[in-house]
């Protein structure tokens, strides 16, 4: 596992060590050293790098001053920068610039930039002109007790929002996050809350599919093209007013909606007045006829045409990448079901531990990852262009999808006897063995089939390379004998015969 998932409570412990870290390497104090890290995105190298190549300009950038810009006065009342009333010094507050302001002024101020969003993480002092930054103690000393909560909630999250190498949960509700180790392989990462994702887009895990594709295919999903592809396949423009109306039913008659009402003929477009028994009647039109013949139709036919098969097309993939999609999350209910309601009394039925009964939540676990994967097979199936690829790609996903549905069907239908009755522990032995080994190779076929998409189908172009050269040297035979050639198959990664 490339990644490591947080609660809370890890990222205020990882903040705290990260803040204390750059407090003792850099001897300042900790309201310092957290104005540093906000600055440098929790880097704590990046603090180190800087802070050492050139302590001032770090400190100037920051905001970091080490000594108040305007003296301190001897004595007597202090006027605030805001509301230019009048103070005793223990009634005016100030940052390390020392410029005066007073305490309702400085709770307000404060206020005001909390509620404006995190910007207030990096808040800097009241005078226009001053860069000094403003601590986490100023905030703890100053604000209300529901300014400090949305405060302390933006500090949190900037940890992670800041910070490259981690991402929060995408799932809705969920607060966790996610560390993850760049560099490795795969970017599938699985929360606490059972939500699995692709760490590098943030979108539900989709190998073997690539993000790119991901996009692309939600962005159709979503796009308007599909609906003008579906007005340009079953629709026709109102001759005079260009409003696409569809044919549903009946004679060739159509009447155009208020207020236009044109009425005119379905197949020719003319006006409806031109038409009688002689052109064809209701059902047919001899004008339509004689025009096509003659090509005049040809290019809007031809644009229907290429709308039509393109709608269907997606359409196609579309409903059975939405079908496992809606298969997924019955599944996901049914193993819900299986954990609060039906494991306990089938412990019973059989006088078996729940432990021994893990087998059965293996299944049901392995048809949710089987369902994911068969699911985005159908995104990789619309936007794979090689005809040659394409065949042997239907054959895999159909080899997937039939034993998917026998593992499906076992843990579904076969279960349900011993949910009800005891039977012989011999039979309930053979279910045991019947559904691990289903589940196993089920398991063994998909990944391999993630792999085998993930290569590009890299196999078909070894069996077409070993093809062509087979056949090179068979029509080159040496002498005036049979050409010799040695037949070696590039082979497959997955083996559907498993099943």
């Known amino acids: 596992i490339n990644y490591t998932v947080l609660k809370e409570e890890d990222i205020r412990r990882h903040q705290k060590d990260d803040i204390g870290r750059v407090s003792m390497v850099l001897s300042i104090s900790e309201v310092e050293a957290s104005i540093l890290l906000l600055h440098y995105h929790w880097s704590v190298s990046k603090v180190h790098d800087e802070w050492f190549a050139d302590e001032e300009r770090v400190r100037r950038t920051v905001g970091l001053l080490e000594g108040p810009v305007i003296p301190k006065p001897d004595g007597g009342e202090l006027t605030c920068g805001i509301c230019f009333e009048s103070f005793l010094p223990e009634e005016i507050v100030s940052v390390a610039c020392g410029h005066p302001f007073c305490t309702t002024c400085w709770t ?9 969003g995190p910007g207030c993480l990096m808040l800097k002092c ?96 979503s796009a ?35 207020p236009c009402k044109f009425e005119f003929c379905w197949l020719c477009l003319n006006a409806w007045t031109e038409h009688g028994e002689r052109t064809g009647g ?46 997924r999350q019955k599944a996901m209910a049914d193993l ?19 432990s021994q009964l893990k087998f059965i939540t293996d299944a049901w676990l ?83 089939l993630v792999k085998a998409l993930e290569n590009g189908l890299a196999d078909v172009d070894t069996q077409a390379a070993s093809s062509k050269s087979i056949n090179s040297k068979s029509s080159k035979p040496k002498g005036g004998g049979k050409g010799k050639g040695s037949s070696k198959n590039g082979g497959s990664s997955i083996n559907p015969d498993e099943y």
């Open 336 to 354: 819900r079901r299986l954990q609060s309601e039906k494991l306990e009394k089938l412990s019973d039925i059989q006088r078996t531990p729940e």
């Open 126 to 221: 009241p005078d226009p002109s001053c860069p000094a930054a403003v601590g986490q103690d100023m905030f703890e000393k100053l604000a209300s007790k529901e300014d400090k909560e949305k405060y302390y909630r933006y500090f949190l999250r900037s940890y992670i929002e800041d910070n490259r190498k981690m991402k929060w949960c995408p799932a809705p509700g969920c607060e966790h996050a996610i560390d993850f180790a760049a560099g490795t392989g795969s970017y599938d990462v699985s929360c606490l809350c059972s939500y699995s994702f692709c760490w590098n887009c943030t979108e539900e895990a989709h190998r073997p599919v690539d993000c790119d594709t991901v996009a692309l295919w939600i962005r159709k999903n």
């Open 366 to 448: 392995q048809i949710i990852e089987c369902r994911r994967v068969l699911k985005w097979t159908y995104a990789y199936g619309y936007y794979l262009p090689d005809h040659e690829k394409r065949q042997f790609f239907e054959y895999l996903q159909g080899e997937a999808e039939s034993g998917l549905e026998r593992l499906h069907k076992c843990v579904e239908k076969e279960l349900e006897p011993f949910e009800t009755t005891a039977g012989t522990p011999q039979e309930f032995n053979l279910f045991r063995a019947k559904l691990t080994g289903l589940t196993s190779i089920t398991k063994t076929y998909f990944e391999n």
């Open 224 to 258: 308007e093209s599909e609906n003008m592809n579906w007005i340009l396949a079953n629709s026709k423009p109102c001759p005079r007013c260009k409003r696409p109306i569809e044919k549903n039913h009946g004679c060739m008659h159509m009447t155009c909606t208020p």
């Open 108 to 116: 307000g101020y404060i206020s005001s930039t909390i509620n404006d």
């Open 282 to 327: 209701f059902y047919a039109c001899n004008r339509y006829e004689v025009a096509r013949k003659e090509g005049l139709y040809d290019e809007a036919e031809k644009r229907r045409e290429m709308a039509k098969n393109s709608l269907e097309r997606y359409t196609h993939y579309y409903e059975r990448w939405a079908s496992n999609q809606t298969s």
